[in-house]
């Protein structure tokens, strides 16, 4: 009997550290270049007001505990870093059939542009989800991504106050319908998967 519950208490703690071992290494998301980080944000703003769900911004990792991505300041390289200390957190999308090399290069030919606060297509200035549209390819060298309607409406189907004022204040109609993207949309495609939060 002795023999017996020896035999059986080894097989419980190996099972129990492999649990560990593969919990561990499940929590521990290995990021790939040309990985998209989507910023979850902890509240409603104007973005997640007219898109479905809570993402906010899409940044592309580059290696090296870097990324690109466009924000207010621009085209810009940021220490990996600064997206752990950000309110919210990051969530880690892989791209099929992605050409990492071509596309992160052609994102990084795109630093130093403005951004496009106004979201319109067929400019010099650069959105954060635009910079993605612009850079992936495949490995046929074919563009991963196509644009979308623009969409500055809520669930209602009204244009909200922000975007009528916001627009407004340029002297502009909102471009609601003309071609662009948004975070939260390609977060859905289906070449995008999502592999875990980023640690």
């Known amino acids: 009997m002795e023999s017996i519950s020896k ?7 190996k099972s129990s550290f492999a649990a560990v071992i593969l919990s561990i290494l499940s929590s521990c998301q290995t990021l790939k270049t040309g990985d998209l980080l989507f910023h979850v944000a902890e509240s409603g703003n104007a973005i997640t ?8 911004h899409v940044a592309v990792y580059l290696g090296n505990d870097s990324v690109v991505e466009a924000v207010g300041r621009g085209v810009v390289i940021t220490p990996l870093d ?9 969530v880690i999308g892989r791209v099929s059939n992605l050409n990492a090399k071509a596309s992160t290069e052609q994102a990084l030919s795109f630093v130093g542009r403005s951004y496009d606060w106004l979201y319109l297509p067929d400019n010099d200035d650069i959105y954060c989800s635009e910079l993605v549209l612009l850079s992936y390819i495949d490995r046929n060298g074919k563009p991963l991504f196509t ?30 319908g003309l071609p662009g993207s948004n975070p939260s949309e ?5 070449i995008v998967h999502m592999k875990g939060r980023l640690k």
């Open 186 to 190: 390609l977060s859905r495609r289906p």
């Open 82 to 90: 600064s997206l752990r200390k950000q309110k919210g957190h990051y």
């Open 147 to 176: 644009p979308i309607p623009m969409s500055f409406h809520d669930a209602s189907g009204r244009i909200t106050d922000y975007w009528t004022k916001f627009y407004a204040r340029h002297q502009m109609e909102v471009p609601e």
């Open 7 to 13: 035999t059986a208490r080894r097989s419980f703690a």
């Open 49 to 56: 007001d007219v898109t479905s769900g809570m993402i906010d």
